[in-house]
């Protein structure tokens, strides 16, 4: 069992899903945990479930936004170890109906959220073997999917942003990786069920059938394997795992 204790995590986009899942696993191992997001009323619905656990407001594309609250997590928890980039957006569009302002928008949450996040968190991070930076990507950096060309290419450059900085951060201890998982089941993953239903005519059943598809177990990842594999990155078994791209696919690639 990993022993955090005496470490501070932030943890992004924690009102839900796989965010509150990795918060949650995060403290029941001992860290001290941030949860951070734009409504504050979610994070502190997390927060009310382990006293080792804070809510703190934050808009990850806001750079100088992120500083602050960051700076805000440290009064409360101390300086920061372990930083988790999990907030995203998922849309889905063909081409011919994907604007230039909603492909901004993804990209400016999905890929720019994440450096903002990293860069914040590494101003006041703890450099040295127990510093993490990890982003919760998707298998969608991994390869392309049809009709959701923006998000792909948000992820694509996240497990990009990820490699560089896992070589130019290599010589401070800090590891950066990114976590890949297959369709997971979490609020986003209903949403985006009920949009294929609205714009096909499926059932609901048909809907998540043409996603279990893609997953030669033909299952949904479920968010506590997320959260596991991020504490095996916080713990020592990932002192040297840096620089990757860890797909959660079901076997998916």
Same mark, same amino acid.
């Given at each position: 069992?990993?022993?955090?204790?005496?470490?501070?995590?932030?943890?992004?986009?924690?009102?839900?899903?796989?965010?509150?899942?990795?918060?949650?696993?995060?403290?029941?191992?001992?860290?001290?945990?941030?949860?951070?997001?734009?409504?504050?009323?979610?994070?502190?619905?997390?927060?009310?479930?382990?006293?080792?656990?804070?809510?703190?407001?934050?808009?990850?594309?806001?750079?100088?936004?992120?500083?602050?609250?960051?700076?805000?997590?440290?009064?409360?928890?101390?300086?920061?170890?372990?930083?988790?980039?999990?907030?995203?957006?998922?849309?889905?569009?063909?081409?011919?109906?994907?604007?230039?302002?909603?492909?901004?928008?993804?990209?400016?949450?999905?890929?720019?959220?994440?450096?903002?996040?990293?860069? @914040?968190?590494?101003?006041?991070?703890?450099? =040295? #073997?127990? %510093?993490?930076?990890?982003?919760?990507?998707? !298998? +969608?950096?991994?390869?392309?999917?049809?009709?959701?060309?923006?998000?792909?290419?948000?992820?694509?450059?996240?497990?990009?942003?990820?490699?560089?900085?896992?070589?130019?951060?290599?010589?401070?201890?800090?590891?950066?990786?990114?976590?890949?998982?297959?369709?997971?089941?979490?609020?986003?993953?209903?949403?985006?069920?009920?949009?294929?239903?609205?714009?096909?005519?499926?059932?609901?059943?048909?809907?998540?059938?043409?996603?279990?598809?893609?997953?030669?177990?033909?299952?949904?990842?479920?968010?506590?394997?997320? @959260?596991?594999?991020?504490?095996?990155?916080? =713990? #020592?078994? %990932?002192?040297?795992?840096?620089?990757?791209? !860890? +797909?959660?696919?079901?076997?998916?690639?």
């Amino acid at each position: 069992m990993e022993d955090l204790f005496g470490r501070h995590a932030i943890v992004t986009g924690a009102g839900s899903g796989v965010g509150e899942a990795i918060a949650l696993e995060l403290a029941a191992k001992g860290a001290r945990v941030t949860v951070m997001g734009r409504r504050l009323e979610p994070l502190e619905a997390v927060a009310a479930k382990s006293d080792r656990i804070v809510a703190v407001s934050a808009d990850v594309t806001d750079g100088d936004g992120m500083m602050r609250s960051v700076e805000a997590a440290c009064a409360k928890n101390g300086a920061v170890d372990i930083v988790v980039a999990n907030a995203g957006v998922a849309e889905s569009a063909p081409l011919k109906t994907l604007t230039e302002d909603k492909f901004r928008d993804i990209i400016d949450v999905n890929l720019t959220g994440v450096f903002n996040t990293f860069r @914040a968190g590494f101003e006041y991070l703890n450099q =040295g #073997p127990n %510093g993490r930076l990890i982003a919760i990507a998707s !298998i +969608a950096g991994l390869r392309g999917y049809p009709y959701i060309s923006a998000y792909c290419a948000s992820k694509h450059g996240v497990i990009g942003l990820v490699k560089s900085l896992a070589v130019e951060l290599a010589t401070t201890g800090v590891t950066v990786n990114a976590i890949c998982p297959g369709y997971t089941d979490t609020p986003m993953l209903t949403r985006t069920i009920d949009t294929i239903m609205d714009k096909t005519g499926r059932s609901r059943d048909q809907a998540e059938e043409s996603l279990l598809k893609m997953n030669p177990q033909r299952r949904f990842i479920q968010p506590s394997e997320i @959260a596991a594999t991020t504490l095996w990155m916080c =713990g #020592p078994g %990932g002192a040297s795992v840096t620089g990757q791209a !860890i +797909a959660l696919s079901g076997g998916e690639t």
